[in-house]
């Protein structure tokens, strides 16, 4: 487009050029005014086609920045989305972590398993993951049931952080989705985890 611009701006330059020349040529005698006039002519059609080629430069310019901006921004979102993504499989790996802890200790240690569980639980509500939250409820039940059998049957067993054991429901976790979905369950598990202890 510009080489178009300064073509064309070239070409007019010259026709004023050889126009100014031939206005020369045809009278008997070249005056200064006349001269003059030709000079500014040309000077005149050079002006305004530079000019012109520095407006479209300008809009170029500026297009070009504009078209930059807006690849900065898709590339900010798509940075967003990727953060977003990561936060979410961490909090994943977190469940999964504490939910393997708790499977692996509750053999031998079961109210330590039970501390795991309830982690892996909160994870899973605070995501919104209700199947790995099912899942972490239904261990913990167990093992909370395991608990109390032990006791029963003076079987031995580890000793209980009560200060990490479950003994109310936290106020954060009431709106959660996954509480309305096992609001019966959990107050049963935490009703059992408090009997164990003896409170």
């Known amino acids: 487009m510009r080489g178009t611009i300064l073509f064309l701006c070239f070409v007019f330059s010259l026709g004023a050029l050889c126009l100014s020349a031939y206005a020369c040529s045809n009278q008997y005698y070249t005056d200064i005014p006349n001269f003059v006039l030709s000079l500014v002519g040309i000077c005149a059609t050079l002006i305004v086609g530079i000019s012109v080629v520095d407006i479209f430069s300008v809009h170029h310019m500026f297009e070009k ?10 590339s900010i979102a798509e940075l967003s989305k990727l953060e977003g993504d990561v936060r979410k499989l961490r909090k994943q790996s977190n469940i999964l972590f ?13 109210y330590a398993a039970l501390v795991e569980f ?3 639980f909160q994870l899973a509500v605070e995501s919104d993951d209700i199947r790995r939250a099912k899942s972490c409820l239904e261990n913990a039940d167990i093992t909370v ?22 003994t109310v429901i936290p106020d954060a976790m009431k709106d959660s989705i996954v509480f309305i979905a096992f609001k019966e369950e959990i107050e049963e598990l935490i009703k059992n985890i408090r009997k164990t202890i003896g409170q």
């Open 98 to 110: 504490h939910h393997a802890w708790g499977l692996s200790f509750s053999e031998k240690q079961p």
């Open 118 to 120: 309830w982690e892996a």
């Open 65 to 74: 920045n504009e078209k930059k901006m807006k690849e900065f921004g898709e």
């Open 145 to 166: 049931k395991d608990i109390i059998n032990r006791k029963e049957n003076n079987k031995e067993l580890d000793t209980p952080e009560k200060n990490k054991l479950p």
